[in-house]
């Protein structure tokens, strides 16, 4: 059974505050839990139900494990229907972007975007297509945040996810910058070259105007009907899948 | 001030039984009720707040308007953060699919799509990419329920969307049949003719077994990353823009 302290300090895993003051965030599911624990993220505690226990993998030696009650459970859970298994994982120290690592790939980076679904779903999407990590505004939504973990359906286990001055980035950068804009040259038309980031902007207001005078190259997705604008982890699915196609042609 | 049961009433349709029975569903925000009274859907009546009254289009004679006090808008909004207006909008019946408008034209078709967040996204998307209605199987989440209506961004006032048993639509249909599964061939190698129907299955199991016989060309969006699967937003939006690319090279 688990103490109330317990239960107090994940619960307080559901606020980023104290996920940076303890290190850890919660991923729950077998299936998310299980790609963490075959990940390069330190998993370090692992609670489950005795019905999850069947479905779960064996659980490594090294990581603590638990059986806890259904009860238990729900009462550390961020989600409405508990799915059996929640494990504690360490917030991992992403090495910074170094000039070389940009070269020859292409990043996605992410001004300020709120969504945690729209997060998570980006983190699913460019992991399918092959993407390694995402650079995000300092203001984004936290990776850690539990509905991006759920969003990301595993994804973000094998995803580096770094958070930094997107001005700084992108001022004297060695790659060309591209970014999605309502007003842009044609995403077909366009040679992205081997290497660049491509800048997704904020669900209201697009990308911020200090960052805008920096985009070298504007890129549309063409429109034909008359929505004013597309979701943002659309947005960034179709540059990351013609960046892919391209790369496989 | 608003009656007790207008109150009942309104709130009422955040449930599609009683949608059914009155016949309307809710719109809510300035931009969104604006595009539902410039379509072919009728607006019946319009409840704003003084506030956004100035952000309002003239409201046409023929619409019911009303001002209401920011507390009775809290009382009907369906939303944590109400946007000053809600318009009650008929349920259109839709004219029948015939097999004349599934020639030269394509159609996306949902299998029971459960998350409203992502029909409204599917509407938005293929909305924008020109795509004037939407067929889904009787099992899928209603499009007039309000986090359809609210993440459809106003493309919902543009856009058909059809209930129908799907298999009765795809046994004998005059054009070919396409699915978005995990196994089939690349969609970039796809010749997808003029016309056909672009089915995409349930967030959880995919397409139904009993459709899937039915699917002449099963389509994959390439992987290259470990991702086990798309959200099906974002798969509907990468066959979408797929679809209006070749239409317009």
Not at 59 to 80: F, G, T, V, Y
Not at 132 to 152: E, T, W
Not at 198 to 206: H, T
Not at 222 to 227: K, L, S, V
Request: net charge neutral.
């Amino acid at each position: 059974m688990l103490s109330k302290s317990q239960i107090r300090t994940i619960t307080s895993l559901q606020h980023k505050k104290f996920r940076k003051e303890h290190g850890l965030f919660a991923v729950e599911g077998t299936k998310s839990v299980t790609e963490f624990i075959h990940s390069n993220y330190i998993v370090q505690h692992i609670f489950y139900t005795s019905q999850a226990a069947a479905k779960l993998d064996k659980i490594p030696q090294n990581i603590k494990s638990e059986e806890i009650s259904e009860q238990d459970l729900k009462r550390i859970s961020s989600l409405k229907t508990p799915q059996g298994v929640l494990a504690l994982v360490r917030i991992p120290t992403i090495p910074p972007l170094t000039n070389d690592s940009l070269l020859n790939s292409f990043h996605l980076v992410l001004d300020d975007v709120q969504d945690p679904g729209n997060l998570g779903t980006i983190i699913r999407t460019a992991e399918w297509f092959g993407f390694k990590s995402i650079v995000c505004s300092l203001g984004s939504v936290d990776a850690y945040n539990p509905k991006v973990v759920q969003a990301s359906m595993g994804s973000l286990a094998r995803m580096q996810v770094q958070y930094m001055d997107l001005l700084a980035l992108i001022i004297n950068i060695p790659v060309p910058v591209f970014g999605a804009v309502l007003d842009g040259a044609p995403i077909y038309e366009t040679d992205f070259g081997p290497e660049g980031l491509v800048i997704l902007g904020n669900e209201g207001n697009g990308i911020s105007t200090a960052l805008l005078a920096h985009i070298q190259h504007p890129i549309t997705i063409p429109r034909i009907g008359q929505a004013e604008s597309l979701n943002v982890a659309v947005s960034a699915a179709l540059f990351c899948a013609e960046l892919a196609r391209r790369q496989s042609v």
